[in-house]
Structure formats: structure tokens, C-alpha cells
């Protein structure tokens, strides 16, 4: 074990082919740090008991050649950088173990796997990621008519051979502070694509979520997620703690392409820009249960979107929006079971939403099933109301079907020149 204390004594014992260091102050550096595989690098409390921090000034951080654990440290890049992140050169099928341990970061995590990179694992422990802006990093995800930012942390298997699997375990994750989002995403998993490369995560326990994407009114093929199952990967379980807040354009909150199994969210969920969507799903979720209110603010700010794949059973404790365009629910695809212990409430009129990269407009629905979307049961404990002007609750497309109903309180439609149901045949199913 090497102690040290300043920059120079931190490149001399890499230079020796130190493996344990341990940094005992605070000190500075204007260029990257290249870690060699194998490092264990974690700093010591001072006197104070604050642990140090290794600043970067003009450059990115810690570059990982191979498996490497960091601990007990303050890590600190401009936002637009990258504070831990991995060679772009990878040469080997095990890139190894990764250990992201005790953190505090400003600027992005990013674990991008390259070819030939086959094999790897990320264990991250109680880390938080205080600011980042991912805007400038182009390997992005692409489908659905739009581009996903990447995240203040990235886990991004980035081989498009589909034999490559990157496993991870994530604990004790938060991004960003209340009214201090990161920019772009916040937290990130993606694989290749449905058929490349793959990432694969028994559990994830996030805290508290605050991100924007920053994304320009009117672009309509960029999207972020403040938290983002994507693509590729698959999520046995998913437990998020503390608030997941996104406040920009096209900032969905919670966001799938990928499979999650089990998706369990304590405290709220909240959008405040427009085109966002409190959960939107793509890709297949088998048990998604949300604790508190969904509740969205923006115009065309959607609370639960099934796009594509499938839920299989959702559980929500109350659903509201409150601006125009902004649907409760709106179900295109397939969904097994929706059971919501209170309220879906909207409050605004016609507006502009984004739908698979098209701005639209949109009547703010308490509840919508699309053609092609099918919805075998729904049980509401409380009341499905809309209070917008020339909006319709509830509305079923010819295409769509709903098999079992059972709404415990009113269904009703309160704005002027609004009606409850689209049609006779709706109405007859409630």
C-alpha cells in the first residue's frame, strides 16, 4: 500500500506499478489519469474527517484499462467530462471487474464496453452524481423515430456482437440534487440493440433521480430518461427509493426498450416539462408498481404510456396531469392488468405531445386505448375525471379492447364542451 499527497506522488506510484494507493489530500490535475488493470485506488479521511478530492481541471478523469476498484473519494471534472470512464482502445474479451465504491462525482460515469470487450462486471455502491451534461457524447440509442441521451451514469454495452454480456450490480445510486438536475439522462443501461450486445442486472436500487435533458421546444428526435432501461438489457429487479424528477422537453421519467421483471418506485414520480411521460414503456415489464403519485406538468406530459411490448400487471397509487395534451394513460400495445388505488385526473385541454418522434396534437384523456392496444383488466378504486375544455375521459379506438372494468368511484368529464365517454359502446364496458 502507497500513500500520497500530491499529483506527483500519485504519478510516481503509478509509474512504479503501484497497485493499492491510497490519496490522503485533495489535490489537482489538468489532464486524465490512466489507471492500469488491476489498480485499487481509494482515498483516506483527513484530519476533519472529510475524505480528499481529485480535481480535474481542463480534462477528463480516471480512464480505466481494465478491472479497477475506487473508493472513499470525491471526484471532481467539469460537467461536460467524463469524471470515471473506460479506454476507448479496449483489447481484451474480459475487461474485468469494475468496484464504483463510497462516491462523490461531478461530471459523468461512463462504462461504454467496446469490441472485442465480451466479458466485464460494474459493482456500484453508494455513489451520487452531483452534475453532468452527457449532450456532446454521440453514441446514443436509436429507434422509435428519436436518439436517447446518454446518462450522468452510463452502463452502455457498446459491442454489437450478441455473444457479449456485461453483468452489473447497482446499490445506493443517486443523480443529480432537487432543482440541480444533471443534463441529459440520469440513469442509463442500454445494450447494442435488441440483437447486439447485452447487459444483464439481478438488482438496481436507486435513491433520488433529478435530470433535464435541456432538449430545444419543438425538436421532436431527441429524448432523455431519468431513469432509462434500454435496449439490450434486462433487469431482474429494479427498487427506486427517493423522487425521480425530469423537468425538460422530451424528458420521459421513467423509460424501458429493455426487460425489467420486477420495477418497484417508492416516492414520486414527477415531469415538469412538456412531451415528457411520467412511465412510458416499450419494451416488456412484468410487475411495475408505483407508490406514490405520478404526476406530470407540461404540455402534452403523459403519466403512463404503453407504446410497445408489454406490462403485464401495473399497480399505480394515483395519476394526474395537469396541462394540455397531457393523457392519464393511454394504452397502444398489449397490457395484462392496471390496478389503480385512486384517482386518474387530468386538468388541461388540447395540446402538442410527442408521439414516436411526431409532435401531434393531443386532447388531454383521462383514458385511452389506441388501435392495437388491448387492456385484459383495469380496476380503478377511485374516480377516472378530466377537467379540460373539449376533452373526452375516456376514449377506445375501433381497434382497441378492454375485457374487465371495474371503476369504484365516477367516471366524469367536467370541462366545457367535454364529453365522458367516445362512444355509446365505451360506455356500455364501465
Known amino acids: 500500500m502507497t500513500l500520497v499527497s500530491n499529483p506527483t506522488q500519485l504519478i510516481n506510484a503509478l509509474d512504479n506499478n503501484e497497485k493499492e494507493i491510497v490519496i490522503t489530500r485533495t489535490m489537482t490535475f489538468a489532464s486524465s489519469i490512466y489507471l492500469p488493470a488491476g489498480i485499487d485506488i481509494k482515498g483516506q479521511a483527513q484530519e476533519n474527517g472529510v475524505l480528499p478530492t481529485v480535481f480535474f481541471s481542463h480534462s477528463d478523469g480516471f480512464i480505466l484499462k481494465g478491472d479497477a476498484k475506487i473508493s472513499d473519494l470525491t471526484i471532481s471534472a467539469l460537467q461536460d467530462k467524463k469524471a470515471i470512464s473506460l479506454v476507448p482502445q479496449q483489447v481484451r474479451d474480459n475487461f474485468g471487474q469494475i468496484s464504483l465504491i463510497n462516491l462523490i462525482v461531478d461530471g459523468q460515469i461512463s462504462m461504454i464496453f467496446r469490441a472485442p470487450t465480451m466479458t466485464a462486471h460494474v459493482d456500484t455502491h453508494n455513489v451520487l452524481v452531483r452534475k453532468a451534461d452527457t449532450r456532446t457524447y454521440l453514441e446514443q440509442p436509436q429507434k422509435y423515430g428519436v436518439n436517447v441521451l446518454q446518462g450522468a451514469y ?26 440541480q438536475p444533471v443534463i441529459g439522462s440520469g440513469v442509463f443501461v442500454s445494450g447494442f440493440n435488441d440483437a447486439g450486445g447485452q447487459v444483464a442486472m439481478d438488482k438496481m436500487v436507486l435513491g433520488s433521480v433529478y435530470s433535464t435533458g435541456l432538449v430545444p421546444q419543438g425538436a421532436a428526435d431527441f429524448i432523455t430518461g431519468g431513469v432509462f432501461v434500454v435496449y439490450g438489457a434486462h433487469v431482474h429487479e429494479l427498487y427506486q427509493l427517493g423522487k425521480t424528477v425530469t423537468y425538460g422537453v422530451n424528458d420521459m421519467v ?47 406530459a403523459r403519466a403512463y404510456n404503453q407504446y410497445d411490448g408489454t406490462l403485464k400487471v401495473g399497480h399505480f397509487a394515483e395519476i394526474n396531469t395537469y396541462n394540455d395534451g397531457a393523457v392519464g394513460i393511454q394504452i397502444s400495445k398489449e397490457v395484462g392488468e392496471l ?68 371503476v369504484d368511484g365516477k367516471v366524469a368529464a367536467l370541462g366545457n364542451n367535454s364529453k365522458t365517454f367516445s362512444d355509446e359502446t365505451v360506455e356500455k364496458r364501465f
Not at 420495477?263 to 408505483?290: L, P
Request: proline share 1%; aromatic share 8%.
Open 154 to 179: 452510463t452502463l452502455y454495452n457498446f459491442n454489437p456482437d450478441a455473444n457479449s454480456k456485461i453483468t452489473a450490480a447497482i446499490s445506493e445510486l443517486n443523480i443529480g440534487q432537487d432543482g
Open 254 to 300: 421513467l423509460d424501458a426498450w429493455g426487460t425489467v421483471d420486477k420495477w418497484v418506485v417508492e416516492d414520486e414520480v414527477i415531469s415538469y416539462g412538456q412531451s415528457g411521460v411520467g412511465f412510458v414503456n416499450f419494451g416488456t415489464v412484468n410487475d411495475f408498481q408505483a407508490k406514490k403519485a405520478i404526476s406530470t406538468y407540461g404540455v402534452g
Open 339 to 406: 390496478h389503480i388505488e385512486g384517482d386518474i385526473t387530468t386538468h388541461g385541454g388540447v395540446g402538442q405531445s410527442l408521439v414516436k418522434g411526431v409532435n401531434v396534437d393531443l386532447p388531454a384523456y383521462a383514458f385511452s386505448i389506441k388501435d392495437g392496444g388491448y387492456l385484459h383488466k383495469l380496476h380503478v378504486k377511485g374516480s377516472i375525471l378530466s377537467h379540460g375544455d373539449n376533452v373526452t375521459t375516456v376514449t377506445m379506438e375501433d381497434g382497441g379492447r378492454l375485457d374487465q372494468v371495474a
